[in-house]
């Protein structure tokens, strides 16, 4: 099939250029941070290394996009509970999370951000391409602020 395909972002992960054998090349989508499990780039083989020295028996495939993201995720919600205070409620949980602004654990995490307008939290997307059996970054970046992220501002 020679048609170009686009993909969400929940299909961005290793497993599915796995299942295609060979057939995902060239489809293209974003992904929620800004490397992937599988990444030559040097922080990510060094968070991909420490990752597997805690879990050394896990499954192949592992880590996976979604592991990245659950490592970054679990530290948003301990700096949300921390700035919470010494006896946490619901509440101060969450202004503790509207606190966090461009809050990133490290380079192979988006920044977070919360406030009171919204609690999406990641509002980065960086677009990728499966090249040569691997999602790759694509180098693009907006030229126009969509209407709808301008509401959160």
Same mark, same amino acid.
């Given at each position: #099939? !020679?048609?170009?395909?686009?993909? +969400?972002? @929940?299909?961005? $992960?290793? =497993? ?12 293209? *989508?974003?992904?929620?941070?800004? #490397?992937?499990? =599988?990444? !030559?780039?040097?922080? #990510?083989?060094? %968070?991909?290394? @420490?990752?597997?020295?805690? /879990? ?13 993201? @659950? ?8 700096? *949300?509970?921390?700035?919470? +205070?010494?006896?946490? &409620? ?5 202004? *503790?999370?509207? =606190?966090?602004?461009? /809050?990133?654990? =490290? ?24 090249? $040569?059996?691997? %999602?790759?970054?694509?180098? %693009?970046?907006? &030229?126009?602020? &969509?209407?709808?992220? !301008?509401?959160?501002?």
């Amino acid at each position: #099939m !020679k048609q170009p395909i686009f993909v +969400g972002s @929940a299909i961005v $992960d290793q =497993g599915v250029i796995a299942a295609s054998k060979g057939g995902a090349e060239g489809v293209k *989508g974003f992904a929620l941070i800004p #490397m992937l499990p =599988g990444s !030559k780039h040097p922080d #990510m083989q060094k %968070w991909e290394a @420490a990752w597997r020295r805690e /879990y050394p028996n896990a499954r192949a495939g592992r880590p996976s996009i979604f592991d990245a993201l @659950a490592y970054a995720d679990a530290y948003v919600v301990v700096e *949300g509970l921390r700035r919470a +205070g010494p006896q946490p &409620t619901p509440e101060s949980f969450i202004r *503790g999370l509207e =606190g966090l602004q461009n /809050y990133r654990v =490290g380079p192979v995490a988006s920044p977070r951000s919360f406030t009171a307008k919204h609690h999406i939290g990641n509002l980065t997307l960086s677009p990728v391409e499966v090249r $040569d059996g691997n %999602w790759e970054p694509v180098q %693009w970046s907006s &030229t126009h602020p &969509t209407e709808i992220l !301008k509401r959160y501002e």
